[in-house]
């Protein structure tokens, strides 16, 4: 009887922290998700804009007559790093952007005042 109740000492109050610690991590996992689902916005905004950045180089390079494998040698890089660039899957480093501008013969200010406005050279 005695360690029963010995048991029952040391072993609930062990079970009560671990219940505990698994509700706190439910709600923090809940907190996480609301905040997620709450950030779609941002999230999609961010999207366009890679998107945009893409489509202002892909302008550049298919006005300028080169290729993507043609980019990437003359910047050292793969032409699977070009392409990522002009899907908005990443987005170039800024030495690579101002190569990329330089290649262009276009200023680093007006690759970006494009994407800022959302702007297409041809709809000027």
């Not at 505990?20 to 923090?28: A, M, P």
């Not at 007559?65 to 800024?94: H, I, N, Y």
């Not at 101002?98 to 959302?118: F, M, P, R, T, W």
Request: hydrophobic content about 45%; overall charge positive.
């Amino acid at each position: 009887m005695k360690t029963t109740i010995i048991m029952f000492i040391v072993v609930l109050p062990i079970m009560i922290a671990i219940f505990s610690g698994i509700v706190y991590l439910f709600v923090l996992l809940c907190r996480a998700l609301k905040k997620y689902i709450g950030s779609k916005e941002a999230r999609e905004e961010k999207n366009s804009v890679k998107k945009a950045l893409g489509d202002v180089l892909k302008e550049h390079r298919i006005r300028c007559k080169m290729t993507q494998e043609f980019v990437a040698e003359r910047l050292g890089v793969s032409r699977q790093a070009v392409s990522k660039w002009e899907s908005g899957a990443s987005d170039p480093s800024m030495s690579n952007l101002i190569a990329l501008a330089k290649l262009y013969d276009v200023a680093v200010e007006d690759i970006l005042s494009q994407v800022k406005d959302g702007s297409k050279e041809d709809n000027t």
